[in-house]
């Protein structure tokens, strides 16, 4: 275990310093993409981050990781896509999409396979043994971290940090739209996969998947996430890469990262993002299975009971 998982303050007194030490082997294109200079990578590896409001996390993520993405000579770009909006909850799924479509958008003459990794700012990876690189399946890198005892909470986890290659993100139609606040757009995210013909994921061997997380300030949870997640299978197909519905507000080339700064729409009702699923009236078939099988009680625990009377997510509601 590092000594900052608890509180980083001691690994931010000991690294705050100069920007992360870049090795004399590597090169970048000024656009946030590094290369090595003594061999060709066979993937072009993008991290995504979801971002909002943790610029001491950014500053220890890339001290920490930018020495180890070089050390196992990755063709590598560090995305940091922020929400501007604070009236509104986090939505981690909007940037991940809005994360993707920048990373194809980014020039690639070699044509190599684009290898997501979708990344929370928070974890901190313990060791140089887990390659930042894509394999035939979707995988679930986070396996195990400090603060849960180095163990999968719940075996169906898929959340923290995940490697996809760009072409498996796209065929799943990404993230939903919908997820605003803490939880439950990881698992939605999931069960998309095996809907696109991606199972089994696979989940790294926690001998070597294990991860730090920083401290930060309790997120608040989606009240709507159950509900969601529930019903998640009747829009797989209309919400996600193809609803997704936000301006890029501008682009900063900073030396180690690029920052993407994303607003939303201000009004969900009249969006792609609610519309395009909503609209029609929404079926209850998928949430009664559901609610009946075990696996979504030990997945959800109690809280079903509490929220499968939501119908419509308050942010698509018409009033
Ligand atoms: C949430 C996930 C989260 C996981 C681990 C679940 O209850 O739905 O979004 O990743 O807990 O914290
Ligand atoms: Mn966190």
Redesign the pocket.
């Known amino acids: 275990m590092l000594n900052f998982s608890k509180n980083y303050t001691t690994y931010k007194s000991l690294h705050m310093g100069p920007s992360p030490v870049v090795q004399s082997t590597y090169t970048t294109d000024g656009r946030g993409r590094w290369f090595p200079l003594t061999c060709r990578p066979r993937q072009r590896t993008v991290i995504v981050i979801p971002f909002r409001d943790r610029d001491d996390h950014l500053k220890i993520f890339l001290d920490h990781y930018v020495p180890i993405l070089q050390r196992q000579l990755l063709d590598y770009t560090i995305l940091v896509v922020e929400q501007q909006d604070f009236t509104r909850r986090f939505n981690k799924g909007v940037m991940f999409n809005a994360g993707y479509k920048t990373a194809l958008s980014m020039t690639d003459e070699d044509q190599v396979p684009l290898c997501l990794i979708l990344h929370d700012i928070d974890l901190l990876l313990e060791n140089d043994r887990l390659t930042y690189e894509c394999s035939q399946h979707p995988t679930h890198l986070s396996v195990g971290i400090d603060t849960?005892e180095y163990r999968l909470?719940?075996t169906l986890?898929?959340?923290?940090v995940v490697a996809i290659f760009g072409e498996q993100f796209n065929i799943s139609n990404g993230f939903s739209n919908l997820f605003f606040g803490?939880?439950?757009?990881?698992?939605d995210f999931r069960g998309r996969l095996g809907e696109a013909g991606l199972f089994p994921v696979h989940h790294e061997n926690r001998t070597i998947a294990r991860y730090s997380m920083l401290t930060h300030d309790q997120v608040e949870k989606s009240e709507a996430?159950v509900y969601l997640?529930l019903t998640g299978p009747e829009r797989f197909h209309c919400d996600g890469l193809n609803s997704v519905e936000y301006t890029v507000d501008s682009i900063h080339y900073k030396e180690h990262y690029v920052l993407i700064k994303i607003d939303m729409p201000t009004d969900f009702k009249t969006s792609s993002m609610c519309l395009d699923c909503f609209s029609g009236g929404l079926k209850t078939k998928t949430i009664q299975k559901a609610v009946n099988t075990s696996t979504v009680n030990s997945?959800?625990?109690n809280t079903v009971n509490s929220t499968v009377n939501i119908t419509v997510p308050e942010i698509c509601k018409m009033t």
């Open positions: 849960m909470c719940y986890l898929f959340g923290g803490w939880g439950g757009e990881d698992d996430r997640w997945t959800v625990n």
